[in-house]
């Protein structure tokens, strides 16, 4: 029998829960043991439903390990684990409590507006906002000096893994360039835990490591690694996260009379929108990556291209991106793909290569709706929905069959359940 909203609801408070490790949650258990940026900002909009100091504490816990130069990495080692790889003695960083020496895509901000603007506890979400707010526009301005040293207003990624796609077909060309000379031995875990078919390959791993060493060479100098790596690549899905964030930073820094804050993050959002420009694509229709070091378009159809609809776009921009997706939709079972299924390149199970991953649709559908794009966005909303009805809380699912992938019982799909299904109830 198919379950009812609040049978879901309950199933998605369990599995959240059972990740909780205190002042931070585990993405799933085993696959995952440590907290991940990205996906505790969006834990924290599913907490919130339930449990709002939890959900700030989230958000607390990543942002005490940021670095000094304003870098929030993208995973925080809070306790020893021999279950993942590259761990702490790999990366090296010399943190107090170790973190890796990358970030990933900037949710906080955005996380921290949506529960500040739903939050009952009205004393507690203003004093949490106010320990927040210089730290994440910190952030922000560490991601506008180091990663865009030449203010075009867009930032570069430096490895694939800040784009939270970790190996998506965009990354391809430019990772093929990355050297493997003098890389150290090594031995996968991901691969025991999961499908290694479904899994990145050794020649993409192997890169991957050697840009972690090559940075651990350079003393992890965030104001050098840009200028340094080889691998520099702008995505339009990690940009139009980070001005949507610095957007709704200003909002709420305006609310609370912070209006140096609320000036800063507004210019970066307004540059960066105008900016984004230059990655659209008519041909296709949709935004796509440009490789900055060898200054070339990426001819690549990933989701990060269509997810820059969170930024909050023209009318006539969104309009293509609906009819992007209605195309991808005429191409698969579930919205969205990560890649384009028509492309040659297309692979339904592996990873970012082409299956789809909710806490994408929820950002997707996200941005439709603040386009006023509603039935849009509840198509998406939808086939995320489906996809659970047909294949439980999983990491990720084939767009094709709704065949689910990778690790169990993941809370970030978890989290994004609440937010949709609360969203419903509330519009009821
Ligand atoms: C994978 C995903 C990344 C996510 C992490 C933890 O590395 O590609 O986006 O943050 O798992 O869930």
């Given at each position: 029998?198919?379950?009812?909203?609040?049978?879901?609801?309950?199933?998605?408070?369990?599995?959240?829960?059972?990740?909780?490790?205190?002042?931070?949650?585990?993405?799933?258990?085993?696959?995952?043991?440590?907290?991940?940026?990205?996906?505790?900002?969006?834990?924290?909009l599913g907490q919130a439903h339930f449990d709002e100091a939890r959900a700030w504490a989230e958000i607390e816990t990543l942002m005490a390990h940021q670095w000094p130069c304003g870098m929030v990495p993208?995973?925080?080692?809070?306790?020893?684990?021999?279950?993942?790889?590259?761990?702490?003695?790999?990366?090296?960083?010399?943190?107090?409590?170790?973190?890796?020496?990358?970030?990933?895509?900037?949710?906080?901000?955005?996380?921290?507006?949506?529960?500040?603007?739903?939050?009952?506890?009205?004393?507690?979400?203003?004093?949490?906002?106010?320990?927040?707010?210089p730290r994440i526009s910190a952030w922000h301005d560490w991601f506008y000096r180091t990663r865009d040293p030449e203010a075009t207003g867009l930032v570069a990624i430096i490895h694939p893994w800040e784009?939270?796609?970790?190996?998506?077909?965009?990354?391809?060309?430019?990772?093929?360039?990355?050297?493997?000379?003098?890389?150290?031995?090594?031995?996968?875990?991901?691969?025991?835990?999961?499908?290694?078919?479904?899994?990145?390959?050794q020649a993409q791993y192997d890169r991957y490591i050697w840009l972690v060493q090559h940075f651990r060479s350079l003393g992890w100098d965030t104001e050098r690694l840009h200028d340094a790596s080889p691998?520099?690549?702008?995505?339009?899905?990690?940009?139009?996260?980070?001005?949507?964030?610095?957007?709704?930073?200003?909002?709420?820094?305006?609310?609370?009379?912070?209006?140096?804050?609320?000036?800063?993050?507004?210019?970066?959002?307004?540059?960066?929108?105008?900016?984004?420009?230059?990655?659209?694509?008519?041909?296709?229709?949709?935004?796509?990556?440009?490789?900055?070091?060898?200054?070339?378009?990426?001819?690549?159809?990933?989701?990060?291209?269509?997810?820059?609809?969170?930024?909050?776009?023209?009318?006539?921009?969104?309009?293509?991106?609906?009819?992007?997706?209605?195309?991808?939709?005429?191409?698969?079972?579930?919205?969205?793909?990560?890649?384009?299924?028509?492309?040659?390149?297309?692979?339904?199970?592996?990873?970012?290569?082409?299956?789809?991953?909710?806490?994408?649709?929820?950002?997707?559908?996200?941005?439709?709706?603040?386009?006023?794009?509603?039935?849009?966005?509840?198509?998406?909303?939808?086939?995320?929905?489906?996809?659970?009805?047909?294949?439980?809380?999983?990491?990720?699912?084939?767009?094709?069959?709704?065949?689910?992938?990778?690790?169990?019982?993941?809370?970030?799909?978890?989290?994004?359940?609440?937010?949709?299904?609360?969203?419903?109830?509330?519009?009821?």
């Amino acid at each position: 029998m198919p379950e009812n909203a609040d049978q879901l609801i309950a199933r998605a408070i369990e599995i959240v829960t059972e990740n909780d490790r205190g002042s931070y949650t585990v993405p799933t258990k085993g696959l995952y043991p440590y907290q991940w940026n990205w996906d505790s900002c969006l834990t924290a909009l599913g907490q919130a439903h339930f449990d709002e100091a939890r959900a700030w504490a989230e958000i607390e816990t990543l942002m005490a390990h940021q670095w000094p130069c304003g870098m929030v990495p993208h995973i925080i080692f809070h306790e020893e684990s021999d279950s993942y790889f590259p761990g702490p003695d790999v990366w090296r960083t010399g943190r107090p409590v170790p973190t890796t020496g990358i970030t990933q895509p900037a949710v906080a901000g955005f996380a921290m507006a949506r529960l500040f603007a739903r939050a009952k506890d009205r004393a507690l979400a203003t004093r949490s906002v106010r320990k927040l707010l210089p730290r994440i526009s910190a952030w922000h301005d560490w991601f506008y000096r180091t990663r865009d040293p030449e203010a075009t207003g867009l930032v570069a990624i430096i490895h694939p893994w800040e784009s939270g796609r970790d190996n998506s077909i965009d990354w391809d060309a430019a990772l093929a360039r990355v050297p493997t000379d003098g890389l150290e031995p090594f031995t996968r875990q991901d691969i025991l835990h999961a499908n290694p078919d479904h899994r990145p390959t050794q020649a993409q791993y192997d890169r991957y490591i050697w840009l972690v060493q090559h940075f651990r060479s350079l003393g992890w100098d965030t104001e050098r690694l840009h200028d340094a790596s080889p691998f520099r690549v702008v995505d339009p899905g990690f940009n139009a996260i980070l001005i949507r964030a610095c957007d709704e930073l200003a909002n709420v820094a305006e609310e609370l009379g912070e209006a140096e804050l609320a000036v800063r993050n507004r210019t970066y959002a307004q540059r960066g929108r105008a900016a984004l420009n230059s990655l659209w694509n008519a041909d296709l229709g949709q935004y796509l990556c440009f490789d900055r070091a060898i200054s070339e378009q990426v001819n690549s159809p990933s989701v990060g291209g269509i997810l820059t609809v969170f930024a909050g776009l023209p009318k006539t921009r969104v309009a293509h991106l609906a009819t992007r997706v209605e195309e991808l939709a005429s191409r698969c079972g579930y919205l969205v793909p990560s890649h384009d299924p028509a492309a040659a390149a297309f692979e339904a199970l592996r990873y970012w290569r082409g299956p789809a991953w909710l806490v994408v649709n929820y950002l997707i559908a996200d941005g439709f709706r603040l386009a006023e794009h509603a039935e849009m966005a509840e198509r998406i909303d939808a086939d995320s929905l489906r996809l659970i009805a047909e294949s439980g809380f999983a990491e990720y699912y084939d767009p094709i069959t709704a065949e689910p992938c990778g690790g169990g019982r993941f809370t970030w799909t978890a989290a994004m359940v609440l937010e949709i299904l609360n969203g419903q109830k509330a519009d009821a």
